[in-house]
T-cell receptor, first 116, second 113 residues
């Protein structure tokens, strides 16, 4: 069974600084997808970024980038130039191989607080 | 663009009472639909998913059930609520994206007393 681990329960980061959120996963599959979601205090889950296991380049979306190290089974999210609006819970998720129904497994999340 | 509606937004129900949460989507057709539950301070747990009308798959055995009477409607139900059913319920859809990324609704916060 696949497992997603986010070891940082909470982090403080100063505005305009970069922050790295850790995510490791456990799978024996060769093909899978990795996702990051943001959950503000309102509760809605916001899709941030996707990395396919066969993608050779790290995914980037604006200020978000995914540091994908396949051999280490890690998919860390980097948020550059943090803003106050980045304060939220962040979840790493994985779609297992061969799952054409798009089911996701989520980690426990990391709470990020951006301070002025 | 696709939109997901969920209602009610909040709900307080006594133990043993029935439950019906509704999710409707706009701007897409034949989506995959999902129900997740999130306990306080925790990650999301997939409860049900549906790939079409009347097609429901359950991920976790429990006293909840789901139905999909129309292509863009997904309903989560219970005949008798338990205290452990309290949580934040999120409906999501995927379809059209090559990554099968999921998009979530605003959620329903359920408190069972």
């Amino acid at each position: 069974a696949q497992k997603i681990t986010q070891t940082q329960p909470g982090m403080f980061v100063q505005e305009k600084e970069a922050v790295t959120l850790d995510c490791t996963y456990d799978t024996s599959d060769q093909s899978y997808g990795l996702f990051w979601y943001k959950q503000p205090s309102s509760g809605e889950m916001i899709f941030l970024i996707y990395q396919g296991s066969y993608d050779e380049q790290n995914a980037t979306e604006g200020r978000y980038s995914l540091n994908f190290q396949k051999a280490r089974k890690s998919a860390n999210l980097v948020i550059s130039a943090s803003q106050l609006g980045d304060s939220a819970m962040y979840f790493c998720a994985m779609r297992p191989s061969g799952d054409s129904w798009g089911k996701l497994q989520f980690g426990a999340g990391t709470q990020v607080v951006v301070t002025p | 663009s696709q939109t997901i509606h969920q209602w009610p937004a909040t709900l307080v129900q006594p133990v043993g009472s029935p439950l019906s949460l509704e999710c409707t989507v706009e701007g897409t057709s034949n989506p995959n639909l999902y129900w997740y539950r999130q306990a306080a301070g925790r990650g999301l747990q997939l409860l049900f998913y549906s790939v079409g009308i009347g097609q429901i798959s359950s991920e976790v055995p429990q006293n909840l059930s789901a139905s999909r009477p129309q292509d863009r409607q997904f309903i989560l139900s219970s005949k008798k609520l338990l205290l452990s059913d309290s949580g934040f319920y999120l409906c999501a859809l995927s379809g059209g994206g090559s990554a099968y990324e999921q998009y979530f609704g605003p959620g329903t916060r359920l408190t069972v007393t």
